[in-house]
């Protein structure tokens, strides 16, 4: 079950053939292998052994491949965090999970020797061309050592540097399952060109992109960080077959003014937020490709639904369980609540994760009777299709009415001027909360234009009285809109 076994296997089956490119760079199935063998050989004469956390803090470059596989090779636990990190969160994570050995890009060393400062690891760093060389000079360990699907392989940091950080335990099966099931969906094979823009260190890209990619002995070509231009570069270069990226990457892509027909995508997969419908009817009339949007979280190792192309696609949806899962729709008492009526998403599956790391009293309120409590809002329709509301910490209660952000932002993203926007609830003395939205735009607008076009779509309690425009809306490093950063 160890995940290194997928890519001791594509070795085997496609050692001369590429699994990772970036530009002129190049690393085929075998050496891959070879690579992340040497590496497991390195961490074995470190004393690195099974259950051991290990944090790797890499862009997507061929490397991150290498030390991924080299460290679940050896039984040990990636910890993969965002190279951006301050120093302050290095700290908490390093010192929250117990890492013996922290494996950073060169260019964050510094910020990486101070946030492993006071904490039990070690620095190492990875410098492009003196890694290899000094790989050559590592015995190699061949053998891989035997996990089973219920043992840890990655610990994913969701947030907490002013607080205990909360690490997902996701474990070999967890990881395993996932990534199959995301290459069979996808009908993945080993034409394939999958486009790398989705940050590795994250569970979508890791799982969707990385894993999925070997297990179908495909190729991954990278972006170490996603740009609209040079994303519509790489895939005409390279011919990519598979785009999987999160609302904000096809947004700008339909922006940018070198985006012409991109129908030589078989595969075009939303996920990480909810995709604006706008955005999906534009890429069938302008790009002449269909958008398949999914659901799932970093608990869920990501993917939890979908939905699958063709005529079994339904715009706005994000489809129905992926095989082996399910989801329903539940009140607060854990009720399932009938077909139509929003409540909150629960999933149950071989995807949910271990639970949450060295905190058993977050796993206990997050998996309540074998079910996992997302915190998201949905509904599901009479064809047993999935549609996510809100985020529950996100929904507005205007004069005791509720809002759901969602269904605004839909509504300005209809306007043609807008390009992305955002509402929010903010304090009201009578009200509670009053209607917020933070709004960047294409084309010229007023103020008064835009919420008048909003008024006349939505009920009088619903449209936002207070709107911002901005240049652009913050963004996490995995593409979604940071809503707890805007200043409305």
Do not use: K
């Given at each position: 079950m160890n995940l290194a076994d997928r890519l001791h296997t594509a070795a085997d089956?496609?050692?001369?053939?590429?699994?990772?490119?970036?530009?002129?760079?190049?690393?085929?199935?075998?050496?891959?292998?070879?690579?992340s063998a040497r590496l497991a050989g390195l961490l074995r004469c470190r004393g690195i052994g099974p259950g051991d956390r290990v944090a790797i803090m890499l862009p997507n470059v061929p490397e991150f491949g290498v030390v991924y596989y080299g460290v679940l090779r050896t039984g040990a636990v990636v910890v993969p965090l965002d190279p951006l990190l301050k120093r302050r969160e290095i700290a908490a994570y390093l010192g929250d999970c117990g890492a013996r050995l922290l494996i950073a890009w060169h260019a964050f060393a510094e910020t990486a020797e101070a946030g492993s400062a006071g904490t039990k690891a070690d620095c190492f760093f990875v410098v492009p061309g003196?890694?290899?060389?000094?790989?050559?000079?590592?015995?190699?360990?061949?053998?891989?050592?035997?996990?089973?699907?219920h043992d840890t392989a990655v610990i994913h940091y969701t947030s907490g540097t002013t607080g205990r950080p909360k690490g997902i335990e996701l474990t070999h099966g967890n990881l395993g399952g996932n990534a199959a099931t995301v290459a069979r969906m996808h009908a993945l094979g080993v034409d394939?060109?999958?486009?790398?823009?989705?940050?590795?260190?994250?569970?979508?890209?890791?799982?969707?992109?990385?894993?999925?990619?070997?297990?179908?002995g495909a190729r991954l070509t990278l972006l170490p960080r996603f740009d609209p231009g040079r994303a519509l570069e790489v895939i005409r270069r390279d011919g990519v077959t598979v785009f999987q990226g999160v609302p904000t990457m096809f947004i700008a892509l339909l922006d940018h003014p070198g985006a012409s027909d991109m129908s030589?995508?078989?595969?075009?997969?939303?996920?990480?937020?909810?995709?604006?419908?706008?955005?999906?009817?534009?890429?069938?009339?302008?790009?002449?490709?269909?958008?398949?949007?999914?659901?799932?979280?970093?608990?869920?190792?990501?993917?939890?639904?979908?939905?699958?192309?063709?005529?079994?696609?339904?715009?706005?949806?994000?489809?129905?369980?992926?095989?082996?899962?399910?989801?329903k729709v539940v009140d607060e008492e854990g009720r399932e609540v009938p077909r139509g009526e929003i409540g909150e998403i629960v999933v149950r599956g071989p995807n949910v994760m271990k639970g949450?790391?060295?905190?058993?009293?977050?796993?206990?309120?997050?998996?309540?009777?074998?079910?996992?409590?997302?915190?998201?809002?949905?509904?599901?329709?009479?064809?047993?299709?999935f549609f996510l509301v809100d985020r529950r910490r996100d929904v507005i209660i205007r004069g005791g009415y509720t809002v759901y952000p969602r269904e605004i932002e839909e509504v300005l993203y209809e306007h043609p001027a807008v390009r992305q926007a955002a509402v929010v609830g903010v304090p009201h003395p009578e009200l509670g909360e009053e209607i917020a939205a933070v709004v960047a735009l294409r084309a010229p607008v007023s103020d008064h234009e835009l919420r008048d076009f909003v008024r006349e779509r939505v009920a009088a309690y619903k449209y936002p009285r207070r709107l911002t425009f901005v240049d652009e809306l913050p963004m996490s490093p995995t593409g979604k809109i940071l809503k707890r950063a805007l200043v409305p």
């Open positions: 089956r496609l050692g001369g053939r590429a699994v990772l490119t970036l530009d002129e760079a190049e690393l085929t199935y075998g050496a891959l292998e070879e690579l003196e890694f290899r060389r000094l790989l050559r000079r590592v015995t190699p360990e061949r053998e891989i050592t035997p996990t089973g699907a394939d060109v999958v486009l790398g823009a989705l940050p590795l260190y994250h569970t979508f890209g890791q799982t969707c992109s990385l894993n999925a990619t070997v297990h179908a030589m995508l078989r595969v075009c997969a939303s996920g990480g937020a909810a995709l604006p419908l706008d955005v999906l009817r534009a890429y069938e009339t302008r790009f002449g490709c269909e958008i398949i949007e999914g659901y799932g979280l970093s608990e869920t190792s990501p993917v939890a639904a979908t939905n699958r192309g063709g005529r079994h696609r339904r715009p706005g949806s994000i489809g129905w369980p992926i095989r082996d899962v399910e989801m949450y790391w060295n905190d058993p009293a977050a796993t206990a309120e997050a998996i309540r009777d074998g079910w996992f409590h997302t915190g998201d809002l949905g509904r599901v329709d009479d064809d047993g299709y």
